[in-house]
């Protein structure tokens, strides 16, 4: 037990480092993807900042931000999905499976690169937003603590990510599919309260868990914008709705694209 789990963690490392060679032999996708967040900052956090008004007041690039890092964390369905599917309709996986390798390596070489290029994405949307005023409030424990949610949904996230790849399998598939998940970020509280939105429209948003990372960042980090009076469950419990969320992602979605993978 213990010398396969070895195994398959020696082959997810060499998997990790064939994703970030093939970004570096590709640098255009790796700049674009770090570009992405420092334009967002400067589109969203200009253009909305003029016209939206705070709950309770406060700086709307402050208000913005978390939403920010939350759509950044949820990028991760996308690309993880867009890469999976290329390998799964290049050959690629066939090859993997024809290796002496651990079959289990290569989702976990995916998720695993994912994570490293989420980082970067987080590093750079930080100094974007320090650079239009934003700024934590809460000292570095709580600062820190807003971040680990991040990255331990965005890890859940990339499951997903390699599940859908693996089962859609075509590039091109999955290309047509990326923009359906722009209403799916859009559809929270990044941008603007929920609390103006008809009923039938404020109940997914307030369920969406781009919605509770957004709350928990904003809590956190003591940014203005936190939910008060009679608010949905995720609302008035981010942290533990962002830790619900990645727990039950992990627990379906690893185990179905590790078996999709397997046939």
């Not at 089962?167 to 559809?187: C, H, K, Q, S, Y």
């Amino acid at each position: 037990m213990i010398r396969n789990l070895r195994w398959t963690f020696a082959d997810g490392l060499t998997l990790v480092g064939r994703e970030l060679g093939r970004l570096r032999h590709d640098p255009g996708e790796l700049v674009a993807a770090l570009i992405f967040p420092a334009v967002m900052v400067l589109l969203f956090g200009y253009v909305f900042g003029s016209a939206i008004q705070v709950p309770g007041g406060g700086d709307y690039r402050e208000y913005l931000m978390p939403g920010l890092f939350a759509m950044v964390t949820f990028s991760s369905v996308m690309g993880v999905m867009t890469r999976t599917a290329a390998d799964a309709s290049r050959g690629v996986m066939d090859r993997f499976r024809s290796l002496p390798m651990a079959r289990s390596a290569v989702p976990f070489g995916q998720t695993g690169a994912d994570l490293l290029v989420g980082l970067l994405m987080l590093v750079v949307m930080v100094g974007a937003g320090l650079l239009v005023g934003w700024r934590p409030h809460l000292g570095p424990v709580a600062t820190a603590q807003a971040f680990l949610l991040m990255v331990v949904l965005r890890y859940a996230l990339a499951w997903v990510g390699v599940y859908m790849g693996l089962a859609v399998g075509n590039e091109r598939t999955v290309d047509a599919m990326v923009p359906l998940f722009l209403p799916f970020t859009m559809l929270s509280n990044a941008f603007v309260p929920t609390g103006g939105m008809p009923g039938w429209l404020r109940l997914p948003a307030d369920w969406n868990p781009v919605s509770a990372l957004t709350a928990a960042a904003r809590a956190l980090f003591g940014n203005p914008g936190a939910p008060s009076g009679d608010v949905a469950w995720p609302l008035a419990h981010p942290v533990a709705a962002v830790l619900l969320w990645s727990a039950a992602l992990l627990t379906v979605f690893a185990p179905l694209s590790l078996r999709t993978h397997r046939r």
